[in-house]
């Protein structure tokens, strides 16, 4: 285990409450719009279809694409970000996210398919590049005994950039045509990037050499870093799982319609706003900056809510169980980046938070698709129920969960 709660000093000491805060909110804004576009082909899909001639398994791919591309390049992009300036490289990613964003504007236009989804899959690295480097740009600028609250804002960015894409792309498309959806939450990022560019300002560099390829590949040998990404892929899978399948529950077996189900499963990812931000918090300032009893309460708290999931048939309970649920999930998601800078060398951090997001990606990735095929074979109740044996696996690993050296 090692000592990382001087690393923000690295690159620069730290400056200014409103500067750290600011330089916050602006790679959060980067990030939001990222997500923003990232989700928002699926608000659309029905115009999609229709204006690209496409059946739902390739439309599907407009979105997915960009959660595939993320899982492949986001180790290759931490090695890069531990051997370069990460600002820079926020720099380079939003302009490649704009020039994305323009380019699937025409090939949505001309209804060219596969120049759409090559373009998406250039926002794909994009976003990785962002993600990455923004944690990592966050967790030195802010002081040790904050470090988990600033992340667990930046993370938050992800539901709210979800949330934005869902209700704005419609909007959007009604007015401007569906194809500008492309384009216009590229803005957004850019927007975020106008506010962090002059705040980040000495947080980018790690200072020193870069690190030698033996102290990249011990990222890979380091038992803490596999515990951490084991624990980021359950979070992950269970946070999409219940995202993918929980409204079709809802119309299915509670009977409930399509729009009143999607409202109630909003609940869902949309408490993260608060779950990524609150799990820092509480790992700060109640628990002392210890993160393994904030990771323990997170998937022994999912357990018996996804079970109890099944048995509801009121929306109001409904609703209660899956806010709880999405709380308690997302505790996971927001800590967990905090978590594996803090077991590695400060050198390699970008590394480790790059291996945590292509474990949980992947786990994002796969759980909607096997949870398909357990609910064709075994139903709802089945799916839910290895979802929360998923959760205790989780609260095992959190019990055994080695606490990050003083920082």
Do not use: K
């Not at 048939?313 to 998601?333: D, E, K, W, Y």
Request: proline share 5%; aromatic share 10%.
């Amino acid at each position: 285990m090692t000592r990382s709660g001087d690393d923000h000093g690295t690159g620069a000491t730290a400056g200014s409450p409103a500067r750290t805060w600011g330089l916050v909110g602006g790679a959060s804004l980067i990030s939001a719009g990222l997500a923003a576009y990232e989700i928002v082909p699926a608000s659309v899909t029905p115009l999609l279809r229709d204006s690209l001639g496409v059946g739902p398994t390739a439309a599907g791919l407009v979105v997915g694409v960009m959660f595939g591309t993320a899982v492949v390049t986001s180790l290759p992009a931490g090695a890069v970000l531990d051997r370069t300036n990460a600002r820079t490289a926020v720099a380079v990613a939003v302009l490649a996210l704009f020039l994305a964003g323009v380019w699937g504007w025409v090939a949505a236009r001309r209804g060219e398919y596969w120049s759409l989804i090559a373009s998406r899959a250039v926002g794909g690295v994009a976003f990785v590049v962002v993600w990455n480097a923004g944690i990592d740009i966050v967790s030195r600028a802010v002081p040790a005994d904050a470090r988990a609250t600033a992340v667990g804002a930046f993370t938050a960015s992800g539901p709210v950039g979800f949330a934005l894409g869902q209700a704005a792309g419609p909007v959007v498309a009604g007015r401007l045509g569906w194809p500008a959806i492309f384009v216009v939450f590229t803005g957004i990022a850019f927007a975020g990037f106008v506010a962090f560019w002059p705040l980040s300002r000495g947080f980018g560099d790690h200072g020193g050499d870069a690190p030698s390829p033996r102290e990249l590949g011990a990222v890979f040998c380091n038992r803490s870093v596999w515990l951490v990404g084991t624990l980021g892929f359950l979070g992950y899978a269970l946070y999409l799982f219940v995202n993918s399948w929980g409204s079709s529950y809802l119309t299915e077996a509670v009977g409930l319609s399509l729009g009143l189900s999607g409202l109630v499963l909003s609940a869902f990812p949309g408490v993260g706003v608060v779950s990524r931000v609150s799990g820092g918090v509480l790992s700060d300032r109640v628990f002392g900056g210890r993160r393994r009893p904030v990771l323990l309460a997170s998937f022994c708290g999912a357990g018996p809510l996804l079970v109890a999931f099944t048995s509801l048939r009121s929306p109001v309970l409904l609703v209660a169980v899956l806010l709880f649920a999405g709380f308690a999930i997302q505790l996971t998601l927001g800590l967990s980046f905090t978590y594996v800078r803090e077991v590695v060398e400060p050198r390699v951090a970008a590394t480790a938070v790059a291996f945590l997001t292509s474990v949980g990606l992947a786990g994002a990735f796969l759980a909607p698709i096997a949870g398909g095929a357990l609910i064709e074979r075994a139903g709802y109740g089945t799916a839910f129920l290895v979802a929360s044996a998923l959760a205790v696996c989780g609260a095992v690993l959190a019990w055994w969960a080695p606490e990050p050296a003083a920082r």
